[in-house]
């Protein structure tokens, strides 16, 4: 089983940054990759960024590209969701999640079997 808890999440006006972690401990020689998701209320869980562990491919949501940057830390077991330039509709609960292997092009959560709890992001405009 591979453990995963993010942090870094609060309340942040338009413009502004955060920088989300995700740390993952467990079994983690079972994840091949690292996606971020997110669901407002009301709405599904939708795809912002995922990155490979090994090599540090990277993929994006055309929503956040340009202004989100994922990136891990394979020494720490750790993942990172920099999201500038926000904007009040990314105001959501964002979601890092496992997965043992990677489809490039899928965006889907089928392809994630662990997943944190999550944290609150909130962009006030």
């Known amino acids: 089983q591979v453990h995963l808890v993010e942090s870094g999440g609060g309340l942040v006006q338009a413009g502004g940054s955060l920088r989300l972690s995700c740390a993952a401990s467990?079994?983690?020689?079972?994840?091949?990759?690292m996606g971020w998701f997110r669901q407002a209320p009301g709405k599904e869980r939708e795809f912002v960024a995922a990155i490979i562990w090994t090599g540090g491919s990277t993929e994006y949501a055309d929503s956040v590209k340009g202004r989100f940057t994922i990136s891990r830390d394979n020494a720490k077991n750790t993942v990172y969701l920099h999201l500038n330039s926000l904007k009040p509709e990314d105001t959501a609960v964002y979601y890092c999640?496992?997965?043992?292997?990677?489809?490039?092009?899928?965006?889907?959560?089928?392809?994630?079997?662990?997943w944190g709890q999550g944290t609150q992001v909130t962009v006030s405009s």
């Open positions: 467990g079994r983690t020689f079972q994840s091949y990759a």
């Open positions: 999640a496992s997965s043992p292997s990677y489809r490039f092009g899928s965006l889907s959560l089928r392809q994630y079997d662990y």
